[in-house]
């Protein structure tokens, strides 16, 4: 089965500040495919980025980009330039097999100070 | 286009009651998802179709039902309420190619009373 762990609760950054949100997860698969989604308080989801195990590039979507481990099972979100609007709930989520199925984490409460 | 609906946005049931809820994918999404986010639970899995069949179930009991329109638009029932299924339940669509961008409705926050 798969699992997602996210240790930290709760992060604040400064605006225009960096933060390093973390991620663990488990899974036997190996074709499997790693999420970022944000749920800010207005409560729908979306994506903020997405990244394929294949690949050992790390995925970059503007001041968005990944630290994916694979060895270590890690896969930790860089914020870059902290925005107000960056404050949010974040959830890391694994997808594998023949379905959308997706198991998140207990999610991160990012928290940006002006 | 438009995004993933939701409705009803809001509901309050008394325990023993059962409720529907619908979602209605993008339009062409022929994969749609529920998942229940409760604040001690997270976000779990309840159930995935696609187009027409239920493609994977999660672990929850067999109160929790849900079925697929030949449009793709999603129902999912609960029966016999207890008070622990208050919870935001989320609908997702996705295209036909799989683990790409699931596109997420606003929710539908259950309160059983």
């Known amino acids: 089965a798969q699992t997602v762990t996210q240790s930290q609760p709760e992060m604040s950054v400064q605006e225009a500040e960096t933060v390093t949100l973390s991620c663990t997860y488990d899974t036997s698969e190996s074709d499997y495919y790693l999420f970022w989604y944000k749920q800010p308080p207005s409560r729908q989801m979306i994506l903020v980025i997405r990244q394929e195990a294949y690949k050992q590039q790390n995925a970059t979507e503007n001041r968005f980009s990944v630290n994916f481990q694979k060895a270590a099972k890690s896969f930790s979100l860089k914020i870059s330039d902290s925005q107000l609007g960056d404050a949010a709930m974040y959830f890391c989520a694994c997808s594998q097999g023949g379905s959308e199925k997706l198991v998140f984490g207990k999610g991160t409460k990012l928290t940006v100070n002006p | 286009k438009a995004g993933v609906t939701q409705t009803p946005r809001y509901l309050i049931k008394t325990r023993g009651q059962q409720v529907t809820l619908s979602c209605s994918p993008i339009s062409g999404h022929r994969s749609v998802s529920w998942y229940q986010q409760t604040p001690g639970q997270g976000l779990q899995f309840l159930f995935e179709y696609f187009s027409e069949t239920q493609r994977n179930k999660g672990n929850f009991p067999g109160r929790f039902s849900g079925r697929q329109f030949s449009n793709s638009r999603s129902e999912m029932n609960v029966s016999t309420l207890e008070l622990g299924d208050s919870a935001l339940y989320l609908c997702?669509?996705?295209?036909?190619?799989?683990?790409?961008?699931?596109?997420f409705g606003q929710g539908t926050r259950l309160t059983v009373v």
């Open positions: 997702a669509s996705s295209g036909d190619s799989l683990h790409t961008e699931a596109f």
